[in-house]
């Protein structure tokens, strides 16, 4: 071994590091972000090839098959997967890096190679945190893939996850305390349990909740990466997942203040595809349904457009024909907004990538904070397979699940047109009093088949 | 060779780093921005060749080909979704 080839790796690792932090940073704007992504994937390919030249090391055919492995499905996977799927997608791949970090811990626990421990200890939480966002992850892909169709709850859930993660830090503080090596079966245990607690932590939470999971696993899988970076000596593995880390919770408060609900109510109230048993609000008067002309005729005359979408924009695909009706609508000289809740969707900013896919430009595209005021002069508001995030319930009822949720004023524009699949109550199974009210018109049918109608209509006006 | 306080110094700067730099990201941004943090953690790729490397039972070395395997895919389907999705945004007056 040499010094150069020593000071050759941690050089690159330095500029890998710095090369995260740059991109991430670039990432921070539209006009930027391209590059960021594209300078943060440098620093990764720097990394990865140097450390071939680490001196000491063997296995290096298999290894080279596990990366072409790895990396040939993920590419053509990524490649391959619709917009409207990104969601799950980026809960697999994030998964797929905590269950690297589990990998790592339990290498170097069974090998019980001599660490401090300070460092032991590292690993087994890093492991720990790794698994469960491993099994997490893979259960939120499940979940948002409709491939785990229910959510699973059962009295003391809570109760039961609080003693599966007593056992784990039990069995990890064993380990730990006995130093490195031996007790095998204790290490197979701490991994079943980690993983086991990772998927009944994740099976009750509602896919309402979805953007709020996916982010805090993605913090997670930071985290368990910077903790094995302490076991294994490496800097680089230290900074890029701590800032992760902390990015991803400083993410994941934004997506828990946005629903007004604390981090720890989304993990243990159950709530998010079923309506709490009490506030059942009774919502009167009648939803009034209304044809596509008619909206076409209300619309195209009007001056002030907002669209609202939701989900269920989605579920239908239908971000590529509501791109169409906006710019048929702008050619008529309506002014035409999109207003984005910041939960909209199962996963943060899921709305924005689906109507960036569409071709919408970004600065047509308003945020919550910037558009509420502005829905008082819209004409008309059309909401497009959104429900939770425009229920006017948030603002009144205080019985309600969602009360307090800070919610797209779309029930003050002047007119109100909802697409809507069917009558029934939304994921959630809160009733919509925004659906009543008087100004108030729903056109129901499916989102990408009833846009297209509107877009045929504004242009024959 | 890093341990002790050096260690929790880079550990609360990095923490402070990942903060900051996103504090300010418009919420059009938050799917991108989650993904490419997704993309940055998959630097375990280099942590899982290290512990592969050093392998020698045959239960290691299965354990550290899983990890690599999975360490791969998250780094290489962390950059092509991010890439993906960023290539879409585009503003409307006038196109690079």
Not at chain 1, 161 to 180: C, K, P, Q, R, Y
Not at chain 1, 256 to 285: H, I, Y
């Amino acid at each position: 071994m040499s010094i150069g080839a020593d000071t050759l790796i941690q050089a690159s690792y330095f500029v890998a590091a710095g090369l995260f932090i740059f991109g991430l940073k670039r990432m921070s704007s539209p006009v930027t972000a391209r590059g960021g992504i594209v300078w943060a994937g440098v620093g990764m390919l720097v990394a990865t090839l140097i450390t071939f030249l680490k001196p000491e090391m063997h296995n290096y055919v298999l290894m080279t098959v596990a990366i072409a492995v790895g990396g040939i499905v993920a590419w053509v996977s990524g490649k391959r997967v619709a917009m409207a799927d990104m969601p799950q997608m980026i809960a697999l791949y994030n998964g797929m890096g905590g269950g690297a970090a589990g990998a790592i811990a339990a290498v170097e626990l069974f090998a019980g190679e001599a660490h401090g421990v300070a460092q032991l200890a590292l690993g087994v939480l890093g492991g720990i945190i790794g698994s469960v966002s491993f099994a997490g992850s893979l259960i939120a892909f499940g979940k948002l893939q409709g491939l785990i169709k229910r959510s699973f709850r059962f009295r003391g859930q809570n109760f039961v996850n609080l003693i599966l993660l007593a056992v784990t830090a039990l069995v990890g503080a064993i380990l730990v305390v006995h130093g490195s090596g031996g007790l095998p079966g204790h290490v197979v245990a701490l991994f079943a349990l980690a993983l086991v607690l990772g998927i009944t932590m994740t099976l009750p939470i509602g896919g309402a909740d979805m953007p709020v999971v996916i982010s805090l696993y993605n913090a997670l899988t930071g985290l368990a990466v910077a903790f094995e970076g302490f076991v294994l000596d490496n800097a680089a593995m230290i900074i890029a997942g701590t800032v992760v880390g902390s990015a991803g919770t400083l993410l994941t408060q934004l997506m828990a203040k946005a629903m007004n609900r604390s981090l720890a109510n989304v993990l243990f109230s159950g709530f998010g595809d079923t309506a709490a048993a009490t506030g059942s609000t009774e919502v009167k008067g009648a939803m009034k349904p209304i044809d596509a002309a008619d909206v076409a005729v209300m619309m195209g005359y009007s001056e002030k457009v907002i669209v609202v979408p939701g989900y269920g924009m989605a579920v239908a695909q239908a971000q590529h024909k509501v791109w169409e009706l906006a710019q048929a609508l702008i050619g008529r000289g309506v002014a035409v907004k999109f207003a984005i809740h910041p939960v909209a969707g199962r996963m943060p900013g899921h709305m924005n990538v689906l109507l960036a896919e569409a071709g919408v430009p970004y600065d047509i595209i308003y945020d919550q904070e910037e558009i509420n005021a502005e829905f008082e002069t819209a004409d008309v508001a059309l909401v497009i397979g959104a429900n939770d995030v425009v229920n006017p319930v948030a603002r009144t009822d205080k019985s309600s699940p969602i009360y307090g949720m800070p919610i797209l004023n779309a029930d003050k524009a002047k007119n109100v047109i909802v697409i809507k699949r069917g009558q029934g109550a939304g994921f959630s199974g809160i009733e919509n009093a925004l659906f009543y009210l008087d100004n108030t018109r729903m056109l129901y049918g499916d989102g990408q088949a009833k846009v297209a109608e509107l877009v045929q209509a504004v242009k024959t006006l | 060779m890093i341990d002790g306080f050096i260690a929790l110094y880079i550990f609360m700067l990095a923490a402070f780093t990942g903060y900051e730099v996103i504090s300010r990201v418009p919420v059009i941004l938050h799917t991108p921005l989650m993904s490419g943090s997704n993309f940055v953690h998959g630097i375990v790729l280099v942590g899982a060749m290290v512990a592969m490397g050093r392998a020698s039972t045959p239960l290691e070395i299965g354990i550290a080909f899983v990890g690599v395997v999975l360490a791969a895919g998250n780094a290489v389907g962390g950059y092509v979704v991010t890439e993906r999705m960023l290539e879409m945004f585009k503003s409307s007056k006038g196109k690079k």
